[in-house]
Each structure stands twice: as structure tokens, then as C-alpha cells.
């Protein structure tokens, strides 16, 4: 596992390109391969540019298309659905023979993923999985598994009882809802006593420092805390600053914070003892995954459930949808065992956070 920000709007399919290409994020700028040689043409679309693990996804996705051998056109949707729509229709116009995308809403995708169905270009889903809709595989961690690990992180260092916040994603992606749904079911199941306030954040870093806030005030008792995405990183750090509470955990003060990303950010502050652990979403991995398959679909390969040969699992999520579910552990300072959950050390090499490429 291996692991830069773009503002850029779109008016219209020109100057789409115009100014993604001068953000360094269009089709014009960061293509790798060339058509002219017979590469196969592929378009990727980039869901936001706000956060450090979606900008590593973006370093990676170019250099592993010229390692794949593809030619690659790039679009940014800037977490808006309507974006992605336009994104889409750009790239087809452009000649892609398949695409590769992280819808944020994933509800709202299905019409696209219809309509590339049939006009028989191969769709991969990346971090995301369509509410409805065929593609042709998920490139994706097991969702469930980081509310698991982050429930499991946090009620062993509570021991078994007080209260925790959890920061939810978004609740109209699948990533939101399997985090939330496999934390909470976690809780119960395992921590009857410990407390969690839900709060409901759209993946937006400044509500969730303000309802992270809110429930301080009321709870100051709190001693956990779960961040879906690192989106939260520094507004809860700012937080735990402000009341006091950001000190490491030999105090009695501490609040244990659990994030999802595995960011250097993160493996940078779990050494330093300011927040204890993190899931790591394998960035490079979606990257190289995402336009294997792509490359795959092209050549006509298929594939059926299963373990790979790259550390991962397919499962088959319903009839016609494949998911390649790869590893994410728990990382931490110490990288022992957590109520039945390994981990592996922040400064591990081999995670994509520790990447100095």
C-alpha cells in the first residue's frame, strides 16, 4: 500500500479541458501513453481534489496507466454528481473505449452507468459502489470491516464503557452508510455500554468540527472519537486544541481518535501520539486496480469470486456486480492487537502513507 488541491469549474466541453488542463487535472494534463502508438484510450474520472488521499489517487492514476500500457484522459467532478454526468459524456466524446470513476453519490449515478452499458464501454467503480446499475467491478475495500476495526480500536481502549462521537461521511454513499451501519452494529453487539452520538457531516470537514463541537459542550465526558475520512483530520485536532484536550495518551485527558484514510498526515500523528490509529484506504492500490480492470474489460477477460494474487478477495455483491475487496488494515503506534484486530506499525514501509516517491 502506497500513497496534491483543484478548484476548477466547467462550462462547457471545451473549456472543460482548457481549464482542467491548466489545473494539471484535465484530459490535456497528466495523460499517460499515446493514442497515436495504440494505446487503448481510457478516461478516469477524479472525484475531489480537497482531501490528500483523493490528490495521492490522482498522483498514482497517470503512472500506473503508462505501466498498464493506456492512454488516459482525466476529468475532476469535484464531488457533484451533475459534473460527473458532464465528465462523462466529455470522455466518450473523446474516443475512451472504458472509464474509470468514484461516484460520491451513489444513488444518483445509475442513468450514467446505463447509458455507458449500452454503448458497451466498460465501467470500473473505485472507493465506491453504485446503489443500483452494472459495472464491470468495484475496486474497493471492505467498508464494513473499517467501522469494525475503528469500533473494535475504540471500545478496547475504553474499555468497554463511555460515550464516543462518530463523524459520519456522507449517508447517500455506501462507503457513509457501511461505515456507520458496521459501527454501530459493532457497538452494540460488543460495547452495550459505551454511547455513540452519530453526526452526519456530508464528508464536510467544517460541520463535522462544529457538531463535533456541539456534542463536546454537552458531553464533555466524550473519550472517543470516530472520523470516517480524514476530511475531519484537522478540525477535530483544532477542537481537542481548543478545550484542552489534545495531549497524548499517558494523560488522562486523552480522547482516543480512530480515522479512516491512512493519509502521512495520520501515520505522522499516530507516531507523535495526537491521534491512535487509522484504516488504510490502499490509494495506490485503487489506482493500479481501477485500470487493471479497465485493461481487462477491454481484453475480454472475466473474472468470477474469489481470493487474488494480490492480498484481496472478489466477492459478487449481487447478480452481475463483482467487487475486488482489498486489504486495509488498522494501523497504530504500537502495531499489536486490538480486540481480536491486528495492526500493523505507522511506520510500517509498506503502507502507501509512508511513500516518499
Request: some cysteine.
Amino acid at each position: 500500500m502506497r500513497l496534491k488541491s483543484v478548484a476548477c469549474s466547467i462550462a462547457s466541453a471545451v473549456s472543460a479541458l482548457a481549464l482542467l488542463a491548466a489545473c494539471g487535472g484535465g484530459s490535456g494534463s497528466g495523460e499517460s501513453g499515446d493514442a497515436a502508438s495504440g494505446d487503448p484510450v481510457v478516461g478516469a474520472d477524479y472525484p475531489r481534489s480537497d482531501t490528500d488521499f483523493w490528490n495521492s489517487y490522482i498522483k498514482y492514476t497517470p503512472e500506473q496507466a503508462k505501466e498498464l500500457g493506456l492512454s488516459l484522459k482525466t476529468t475532476n467532478s469535484q464531488n457533484d454528481i451533475a459534473k460527473l454526468t458532464a465528465n462523462v459524456q466529455t470522455l466518450v466524446s473523446q474516443g475512451v473505449k472504458g472509464l474509470a470513476m468514484a461516484p460520491q453519490d451513489t444513488a444518483a449515478i445509475a442513468p450514467t452507468l446505463a447509458q455507458m452499458e449500452a454503448k458497451g464501454i466498460p465501467v470500473v467503480t473505485v472507493d465506491t459502489r453504485p446503489d443500483s446499475g452494472k459495472v464491470y467491478m468495484v475496486v474497493r475495500a471492505d467498508n464494513r470491516a473499517y467501522g469494525e476495526k475503528s469500533c473494535k480500536y475504540l471500545g478496547a481502549k475504553l474499555g468497554g464503557k463511555g460515550k464516543v462521537v462518530m463523524l459520519q461521511g456522507g449517508l447517500d454513499s455506501i462507503n457513509g452508510r457501511d461505515r456507520t451501519d458496521a459501527f454501530n452494529e459493532c457497538m452494540k453487539a460488543n460495547y452495550p455500554k459505551i454511547r455513540v452520538f452519530g453526526e452526519a457531516t456530508n464528508w464536510d470537514g467544517a460541520v463535522a468540527a462544529q457538531k463535533l463541537q456541539t456534542t463536546l459542550t454537552a458531553h464533555p465526558d466524550v473519550k472517543g472519537i470516530y472520523m470516517q475520512s480524514s476530511f475531519a483530520l484537522a478540525g477535530t485536532l483544532q477542537v481537542l486544541k481548543q478545550r484542552g484536550l489534545l495531549v497524548g495518551p499517558e494523560n488522562k485527558k486523552h480522547v482516543y481518535v480512530v480515522s479512516n484514510d491512512g493519509i502521512p498526515e495520520e501515520l505522522k500523528l499516530i507516531a507523535e501520539g495526537k491521534i491512535d490509529a487509522t484504516v488504510s484506504q490502499p490509494a495506490d492500490l485503487y489506482a493500479k486496480y481501477a485500470l487493471y480492470y479497465l485493461k481487462a474489460a477491454l481484453d475480454g477477460k472475466k473474472f468470477e469470486p474469489g481470493k487474488t494474487d494480490h492480498d484481496s478477495t472478489i466477492v459478487r455483491v449481487r447478480e452481475g456486480l463483482l467487487e475486488d475487496q482489498l486489504a486495509a488494515p488498522l494501523v497504530t503506534a504500537d502495531g499489536e492487537t486490538h480486540d481480536g484486530v491486528p495492526s500493523v506499525k505507522s511506520d510500517d514501509p509498506s503502507l502507501w502513507g509512508n511513500d516518499k516517491g
